[in-house]
């Protein structure tokens, strides 16, 4: 069972949105994965900082109690980083990881989570010399689809690709992959829209 699974969340309360301009949420994920990164790299330990942002986008797209925890204004900073703590040792994430969500818990910054994950394996990446490619699913990958895929994506564009998962269940099946300014959308939706348009043309 996941380790975010079971997590008791607030639901049902009304939600304010703490988000801020992009480019400013932008900015402070960035200080912080850069704080991790240079961590990481003195203590060679950028496998499990790269374990470290998948684990917490799964916990992002899978839990709506995580998502509560990160969004909701309801907790105090000290139960956010109480709790944000515990399912940092809950999950098995590294202390450099776990210290610095404590951080942004005092700094009312873990709205800037998912940014942060993202932008951690970005820097990750060109440190290995990896191409980052945005892949949408509709469900969840195994290990052994993500190996395929990232295997497929190698051989397509000659170099080591570091897949950025996100899921939409509005796709159905099939994935929707970008890597740079390439785009491949083998989803049912996408293929749907595109019988509903010749259909409409033909009429």
């Given at each position: ?127 290995r010399g990896e191409i980052t490619a945005d892949v949408t699913a509709a469900q969840e990958l195994s290990d052994e689809q993500r190996e395929k895929l990232a295997g497929a994506l190698k051989d397509a564009v000659g170099r080591d690709v570091n897949i950025n998962l ?38």
């Amino acid at each position: 069972m996941s380790p975010w699974r079971g997590f008791r969340g607030v639901n049902n309360i009304e939600r304010v949105d703490v988000s801020e301009p992009a480019s400013i949420s932008s900015g402070i994920a960035k200080r912080y994965a850069t704080a991790i990164f240079e961590l990481a790299k003195d203590d060679n330990s950028l496998d499990q900082i790269a374990s470290d942002a998948d684990t917490l986008t799964a916990a992002l797209n899978d839990s709506e109690a995580f998502r509560d925890l990160i969004h909701s204004p309801i907790y105090s900073r000290e139960d956010q980083r109480q709790a944000i703590g515990a399912l940092a040792d809950r999950m098995g994430l590294s202390t450099t990881t776990g210290n610095t969500l404590r951080l942004m818990a005092q700094k009312r910054r873990l709205f800037v989570l998912r940014e942060l994950a993202r932008q951690l394996r970005e820097m990750i990446a060109r440190e290995r010399g990896e191409i980052t490619a945005d892949v949408t699913a509709a469900q969840e990958l195994s290990d052994e689809q993500r190996e395929k895929l990232a295997g497929a994506l190698k051989d397509a564009v000659g170099r080591d690709v570091n897949i950025n998962l996100s899921v939409d269940e509005s796709l159905i099946g099939g994935l929707v992959v970008k890597v740079g300014s390439k785009m491949i959308d083998t989803s049912i939706r996408s293929k749907l829209d595109s019988l509903k348009n010749s259909m409409k043309e033909v009429g």
